[in-house]
Structures are given as structure tokens and as C-alpha cells.
């Protein structure tokens, strides 16, 4: 469905209009105006009205009403096409959902098309409208603005994200040795979150870098260091990841490390308690076979002295157990 829509004159707006074909060769005869539609989540038959008045691409059209497509840049005859993934970060339920931005941009029109909760464009919109100066650069200024917007919330997330990942590594290396049964779950729940992050972020670099340098067709020629800021933006968001995906790696490491010493530890302490129990098991076994010629038998100490012989070899063992640190 159509959120908004309107004709842009020397950066100023104006009503939107009813025809769209009528109102782009008035923005097209007057050369300072352009047209901008934002779409939400259009079906076929919303899509293929817009899609007929602008002459867009069959195969950009079939990607904008499919979704599910990967940061790209495209150029046709008579418009360019680029993807981008935002993010949207759930603090209360620690997880990253991404949403789907397409937008076409032609001589003197702007269509976007967007997918899921994420990115909206009304505060882009209200940012540009407030600054005339920058919109006067056409279709342009809207795909810098927008590319900003989604690569500048790249970067808060990512700092969300470490946080954390702040938090996780506190309770991995907890002094005190606390619950950790959920931790291993927690970390590759995580990793996972990552793992969506890089889907966005980094098959966005080469569209960046291709705006960011040579001419484009339908971009302005004056907007490469524009492009260039958001491609240098872009550049701080995947190393974040690259750094949040090895840290992450690390603590799983550090985590998986720490259980095996854990459960080392507690099959030494095992097999000294079974040590300290079977010695007097065995001296009590060979006393109790009942044979009549057995050392101590006949005398009057001699239960007391296998009683204080096994408490003896007890405590000796225990004393050994301790010293090694097995206790």
C-alpha cells in the first residue's frame, strides 16, 4: 500500500498527486522536481499500477514484491535498483530480525518499497523535508539519506551488541562459578545473531564502494563524497562484526575450555573419595573371608589395629588428595 507520496520542487514539497504519470512529466518538464512513493509490503496488483506508471524492470519489480534478497545494486535502462537489509534489535528478547528496503530510482522519481517492521521512512522523509538545500539534489539525496540512515543504525546496533556480549563474558568467566547449564545455549543463540547481522551488513560493501566511485547512472555527479561518508560507515559496521563474531567465537571457546577443566576437576574429586573408600573395603574384604590363620586374629587388638590401620590409610590419602589439589 502507498504510505506517502509527493512531488519534491526545488526541495520544497508539494501536494501529491492522483496520477502518477501526469504529475512525472510535470517533475520531468519543470527539471528541478522529482516524485517519491514509499510503499509498504504491496501486493501484486498494488505493485503492478506503480510498476506500469514508471516503466520499472520486470526483474527488479519481481525482486521488490518477493523480498528475501541479498544488499545489491542494480542498474537498468530506465532506472536503478538497490536492496538494503535493516535491522531491527530486540533488547527485551536478545534478538536481530532484518526487514527488506528496496528502492528505484529514475529521471526525476524515487519509488521505495519496504518489507517488515524495520526502517521506517517517515523520519528520513521529515529529516529531508526539513533541509531544502539537500533535496534539491533530486532522487539522489534520497538514496544517500536512506543509505545513511540504515548503515548509521547498523552502527548503534552494533554497539548494543557488544554490551552484551560484555555481559555474556562476565558470566563466563564469573569467579564464583555460577548456573552456567544455559550459558552454551545463550552464546550460540548470539552467535546466531551475528551470523544475521553479516547478511546485512556485509554484501552491502561492494554497492557502497560502486556508488562511492565511478559515475552511476541516475546519481548525481557530486554525490561521490556523500557516498563515500556512508561507505566509510559502512566500513566501522563489518569491522564491528568481524570483531563481534571473533569475540564471540573466543568466549564460546573460553566457555567450552572452562567446562572440561570443571568437569575434570570433579572426576578427580571422584576418583579420590573412590580411592579413600576402597582401601578400607579391601582390608575389611580380606577380613571378612572368614579363613582361620589371619594376622591379629586371636589377639585382643586386633580389630582395634585394622580399625585405626584402615582410618589411617584413609587419612593419608586424603592428605595426598589435598596437597595435589584433587580435594
Known amino acids: 500500500m502507498i504510505v506517502d507520496c509527493a512531488i519534491y520542487r526545488d526541495g520544497r514539497r508539494a501536494e501529491g498527486p492522483e496520477d502518477f504519470s501526469t504529475a512525472l512529466a510535470e517533475a520531468r518538464a519543470s527539471g528541478d522536481a522529482f516524485l517519491w512513493v514509499g510503499l509498504h509490503e504491496p501486493t501484486e496488483r498494488e505493485f503492478d499500477h506503480v510498476s506500469d506508471e514508471f516503466g520499472l524492470h520486470p526483474l527488479a519489480v519481481e525482486d521488490a514484491l518477493k523480498a528475501h534478497q541479498r544488499p545489491k545494486l542494480e542498474v537498468y535502462d530506465d532506472s536503478l ?49 526539513a533541509d531544502p538545500k539537500v533535496l534539491r539534489h533530486g532522487p539522489t539525496a534520497v538514496l544517500y539519506a ?60 561492494a554497492p557502497m564502494t560502486r556508488l562511492a566511485g565511478a559515475a552511476v547512472p541516475f546519481v548525481h555527479a557530486e554525490s561521490q563524497p556523500f557516498f563515500r561518508d556512508v561507505a566509510d560507515h559502512l566500513t566501522r559496521a563489518n569491522e564491528s562484526v568481524e570483531g563481534l563474531d571473533r569475540l564471540v567465537s573466543d568466549v564460546l571457546s573460553a566457555h567450552l575450555a572452562q567446562t572440561g577443566v570443571r568437569q575434570n576437576d570433579d572426576m578427580r574429586k571422584i576418583s579420590a573419595w573412590a580411592a579413600m573408600a576402597a582401601v ?40 595426598l588428595f589435598k596437597r595435589r589439589g584433587w580435594l
Open 81 to 129: 535498483f538497490m536492496v538494503l537489509k535493516p535491522i531491527v534489535y530486540d533488547e527485551a528478547a536478545d534478538s536481530i530480525s532484518s526487514g527488506e528496503l528496496m528502492l528505484f530510482v529514475g529521471d526525476a522519481f524515487v519509488v521505495t518499497v519496504r518489507h517488515g517492521e524495520g526502517a521506517p521512512l517517515a523520519a528520513v522523509r521529515k529529516r529531508l523535508e
Open 146 to 205: 536512506v543509505s545513511d540512515a540504515v548503515v548509521d543504525h547498523y552502527i548503534d546496533v552494533a554497539a548494543e551488541l557488544h554490551l552484551d556480549l560484555e555481559g555474556l563474558e562476565a558470566e563466563v568467566f564469573e569467579p564464583t562459578g555460577g548456573d552456567t547449564r544455559h550459558t552454551a545455549g545463550r552464546i550460540y543463540n548470539f552467535k546466531r545473531q551475528v551470523l544475521e547481522f553479516r547478511r546485512a551488513t556485509m554484501p552491502l560493501a
Open 280 to 319: 578400607p573395603t579391601m582390608v575389611a574384604g580380606v577380613y571378612g573371608m572368614n579363613f582361620e590363620h589371619m594376622p591379629e586374629l586371636k589377639h585382643t587388638w586386633g580389630y582395634p589395629a585394622v580399625v585405626a590401620l584402615m582410618a589411617g590409610a584413609v587419612y593419608g590419602l586424603y592428605r
